[in-house]
Structure formats: C-alpha cells, structure tokens
C-alpha cells in the first residue's frame, strides 16, 4: 500500500468518525428536541383542556344570565302589576275609612265629666250630623267656646293641611269651601291640591 492511499484512508477515517460525532450531536440534539415537543405537546394539551373547560363554564354563565334576564323581566311585570294592585286597593281602603268616618265628629271645648255615658250624644245618621256641623259653622257663639269638626283620615287630614292656604284664599274671597273625602271644593268644583 502506498503511502498516497495510506494517508487518504487515514483522512476518510477520521472525515469518518468526525461525520459521525456530528451523527451522534444531531442525535443527541434530536432527542432533546423531541422531548421539549412532547412537553409543548403536553402543555398545549393541558391548554386546550383548561379552554374548554372555561368555554363550557362561560356557556354555563351565559345560560344563567339569560334565565335571569327573562326572570327579571318577569319579577319587573310581576311587580308593576301589583304596584298597581296596591295602589288601587290603598284607594279603596281610604274610600272606606272616610266613609267609615263620615258618622263621625270631632267636638271640642266641651268639658267631660266623669260617670256620663257620651252615647246618649251621638250622632246615628249622616245627615244629621251635617246639620249639626252645618248650625255650628253659622252659630257664632257656639264657635267662641265648642268647637266641631269633621273627623278626618291622617291622609286626608294631610290634605287639608297642604289645602289651608288655598281655602284661607278662597274664604277671603267669599268663595264657598268646602273639603270632603280628601277633596278641595271651592264653588262647588273641585279643585287640585297642590302637595
């Protein structure tokens, strides 16, 4: 063997083995990348888990949001309606009490005295007790010492209260006035009573 042929050899050996270290890096690094994917891989599985679980959690709470939506819109009708329910019958129940009351008055100025029984007093009809308020606001010297008055609701005597100023005006005027049931009569027409 020549000497030509010998180093050439020696050069292909070791062409050879540097080849195959660069094998062995590629492998090597390979390897590591193959384990590096398989994490990626694994991550982007976990991921994809925690998204969809997350996805069908929003579902769940747009679900929700929509059932409560339409049950507000429910409860909101609901309770228009008996908004309007109470108003009525709070109406009614005053209606009521006023008539209730319309047998009613108020003297004042009158001492009491112990034992007496103040039923033989009272007034069993309504026309009879609107003639008596009716004498007692034209009898001046009954006025000086007793008085006598409607026996008003708490709302109506609230009213009254915010109609004084109006009445004071009308009466200065020569208007007839009158408050009934919560209404401002001045003329026979009711009038609005400002609150």
């Keep these: 063997?020549?000497?030509?042929?010998?180093?050439?050899?020696?050069d292909s050996g070791n062409t050879l083995a540097a080849i195959l270290k660069e094998l062995k890096?590629?492998?090597?690094?390979?390897?590591?990348?193959?384990?590096k994917v398989k994490e990626i891989k694994s991550a982007v599985n976990d991921l994809r888990a925690s998204v969809e679980y997350t996805?069908?959690?929003v579902n769940s709470i747009k679900v929700d949001l929509c059932n409560t939506k339409t049950e507000l819109a429910e409860v909101k009708v609901?309770?228009?309606?008996?908004?309007?329910?109470?108003?009525s019958l709070k109406y009614k129940v005053l209606e009521l009490e006023c008539y209730s009351r319309s047998y009613n008055i108020r003297i004042g100025g009158i001492m009491e005295a112990h034992g007496k029984s103040c039923m033989d007093h009272?007034?069993?009809s309504r026309p009879l007790k609107n003639e008596v308020l009716r004498l007692a606001k034209r009898n001046k010297s009954i006025q000086s010492s007793i008085y006598f008055l409607d026996e008003l609701t708490k709302e109506d005597l609230d009213l009254k209260q915010h109609a004084h100023p109006l009445m004071a005006a009308a009466y200065k005027e020569g208007s007839k006035?009158?408050?009934?049931?919560?209404?401002l009569i001045i003329n026979g027409t009711v009038t609005p009573i400002p609150t």
Excluded: C, Y
Aim: no cysteine; net charge positive; aromatic share 10%.
């Design 55 to 57: 996805q069908a959690e």
């Design 177 to 183: 006035v009158a408050f009934r049931a919560g209404r």
């Design 25 to 35: 890096g590629f492998r090597e690094e390979s390897s590591i990348m193959v384990a």
């Design 1 to 10: 063997m020549s000497k030509s042929k010998q180093v050439s050899s020696k």
């Design 122 to 124: 009272v007034f069993f």
């Design 78 to 87: 609901t309770n228009s309606s008996l908004t309007s329910d109470v108003e």
